[in-house]
């Protein structure tokens, strides 16, 4: 019997991801410090599996102990979602995300080291290519890092890359994110997290329908595209977490690494979103149109058709979808 290890498993994308393994009867340990998600979480996602989930509160860099979680439970592969993530507050503490992301990641696989451990997925971003040459983007598309986030991202998979030079027998699969929205259809999972600073569009959106804050600001509407406001390949998380599950069992099957971006292949704007988002809810959004965001590219959408032809994994849900998923979610826990 397989067993994966999920790091950051309570997280928004780990979370879901588990839900899916679930429902596929995939046996799985959640390894989570609590430092970005709700303790409720964890009864949310027993309520969703119908099952105890084995977990262990433990921090990524306490190698020992990774060891030991290895070893009893007999993992046979991994899932790294542990891990800072926000763009901003990497400008602002990049230390702290060397320290999690690229020393956290080395303690793990150090532990898959040490236990003879060599299949690995693991979670990077769509931001290592910074301001993209062109779109869609595919995997050969330079990288270009224009943050300590996704410097740490790219450290991180050339260290896997050497990694699988040296030793063939490796399973290893990068994913790429683009921008993940959206929920669990049982509306008690979703993009719920601690630190709710400087966070991404949607759960801004979020604060002004439920009230937290009387307007959105819109970085910029001076873009070169089609109403002037940033485009981004948005994904519904349903979508993201299936394509953990394929990926899982290409890497359970296929040595050496791979990188894949995961996206719908579609660009959206920010006003589109929004439309999208006040039909969705029957409520409108007050604007304020503000200076574009530091760091901020104009266009980034994804070619999927590696992750479509290797993975055999495709997008499904369209942003009506996403976005009515998300909505049902605020209703549903009154965030
Ligand atoms: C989307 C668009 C903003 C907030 C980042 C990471 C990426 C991934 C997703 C981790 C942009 C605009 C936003 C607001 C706005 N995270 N916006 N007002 O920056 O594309 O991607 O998060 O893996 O790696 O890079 O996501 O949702 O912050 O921004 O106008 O209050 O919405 O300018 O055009 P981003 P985002």
């Not at 579609?266 to 574009?292: A, D």
Request: glycine fraction near 6%; include cysteine.
């Amino acid at each position: 019997m397989t067993c994966t290890l999920l790091t950051g498993g309570f997280g928004y994308i780990g979370s879901h991801t588990a839900a899916i393994l679930a429902e596929n009867k995939q046996k799985f340990i959640i390894l989570d410090n609590f430092i970005n998600c709700k303790r409720d979480v964890v009864a949310r996602l027993e309520t969703i599996t119908n099952q105890n989930i084995r977990f262990y509160e433990v921090d990524v860099r306490e190698t020992e102990s990774l060891i030991k979680i290895i070893n009893e439970n007999k993992v046979s592969s991994v899932i790294h979602f542990a891990a800072l993530k926000s763009v901003s507050d990497s400008l602002m503490r990049p230390l702290d995300y060397y320290e999690v992301n690229v020393k956290g990641t080395i303690s793990l696989l150090q532990a898959m080291k040490c236990t003879g451990l060599k299949r690995f997925l693991f979670s990077s971003t769509a931001a290592v290519y910074g301001e993209p040459d062109f779109c869609p983007i595919d995997e050969k598309h330079k990288l270009n890092p224009l943050n300590p986030y996704a410097q740490t991202k790219i450290i991180i998979e050339k260290i896997l890359e050497d990694i699988s030079k040296a030793d063939r027998e490796w399973s290893i699969a990068c994913l790429r994110y683009f921008n993940p929205i959206g929920a669990h259809n049982s509306g008690l999972i979703g993009d719920d997290p601690l630190s709710v600073e400087n966070s991404n569009l949607m759960p801004e959106m979020i604060k002004v329908v439920t009230g937290s804050k009387n307007y959105l600001n819109v970085f910029g509407d001076d873009y070169e595209t089609s109403d002037g406001t940033g485009v981004r390949d948005y994904i519904h998380i349903m979508d993201l977490s299936k394509a953990h599950v394929t990926a899982l069992d290409y890497i359970n099957k296929n040595n050496g690494i791979n990188f894949f971006n995961i996206g719908t292949g579609e660009g959206v704007s920010v006003l589109e979103l929004i439309k999208t988002f006040e039909k969705v809810s029957g409520l409108s959004i007050p604007i304020k149109i503000s200076n574009r965001r530091e760091g901020d590219c104009a266009v980034c959408f994804a070619n999927p058709k590696k992750a479509n032809d290797i993975l055999k994994w495709k997008s499904n849900y369209d942003l009506y979808k996403m976005c009515n998923s998300a909505w049902e979610f605020v209703k549903s826990n009154k965030i």
